[in-house]
């Protein structure tokens, strides 16, 4: 089982310009879950998706979209990026919200110029 | 608003050493508690989980406990290894019905041989 991948691993972006990242899981998770890394501030969670077809905003859901494209697999969009976007992204999948510990993928590290 | 710390924001000590980590949270009235490792450049790997019902956890060298009134969950490592450097995070759910966990920032730990 790989668990959960992310595409791309970094990424270097202009002001304005859009890009989505992947995310995908293995272990038929029902969750998933996309959150942002900033020095000093933790982890924050930005969309969340507890079943197949559903999504719910997070902490911080400004500039971003979510697409739960199938079970597997989660997508994070922004459409015009901005330098307060500069942050490492992780995915994260568990069997269910709520109760189950959240499975990590890797991260994007994303920089906005 | 709970607001998790953990301090200190950073620890280095030799190998064998017996170690515990700090984890503070303002209100008392959570879910579960988790605390997590993050090597550099990787995503987070779940170690112990601690329902808000449980004083502990045990897994191998680890041990982490949970006061709730007070506020605070340490996590005890024993007999340190270089292996064990990394960044440590706990997190802790709000409540049975939210996916939100929310982060410290972090202790970052060098073990040294």
């Known amino acids: 089982n790989a668990g959960v991948t992310q595409t791309p691993k970094f990424q270097v972006l202009k002001t304005g310009q859009s890009m989505t990242l992947q995310c995908a899981q293995d272990?038929?998770?029902?969750?998933m879950y996309w959150y942002r890394q900033d020095p000093g501030m933790g982890l924050r969670l930005i969309y969340y998706s507890a079943s197949e077809g559903t999504t719910d905003k997070g902490e911080v859901p400004n500039g971003y979209n979510v697409s739960r494209l199938n079970k597997r697999e989660f997508s994070l969009r922004l459409e015009s990026a901005a330098p307060s976007q500069t942050s490492v992204y992780f995915c994260?999948?568990?069997?269910?919200?709520?109760?189950?510990?959240?499975?990590f993928g890797p991260g994007t590290r994303l920089t906005v110029l | 608003k709970q607001e998790v710390t953990q301090i200190p924001a950073a620890l280095s000590v030799p190998e064998g050493e017996n170690l515990v980590l700090n984890c503070s949270f303002t209100d008392s009235a959570i879910y579960n508690l988790q605390w997590f490792r993050q090597d550099p450049g990787k995503g987070l790997t779940s170690l112990l989980l601690?329902?808000?019902?449980?004083r502990e956890q045990t897994s191998g060298r680890l041990n982490a406990s949970l006061d709730k009134s007070s506020g605070r969950s340490t996590l005890y490592i024993a007999a340190s290894q270089p292996g064990d450097s990394a960044t440590y995070l706990c997190a802790v759910r709000l409540s049975y019905n939210t996916d939100k966990l929310i982060f410290g920032t972090g202790t970052r730990l060098q073990v040294f041989p």
């Open positions: 601690i329902q808000s019902s449980q």
């Open positions: 272990m038929n998770h029902n969750s």
């Open positions: 994260a999948s568990a069997q269910n919200t709520y109760t189950d510990t959240q499975y």
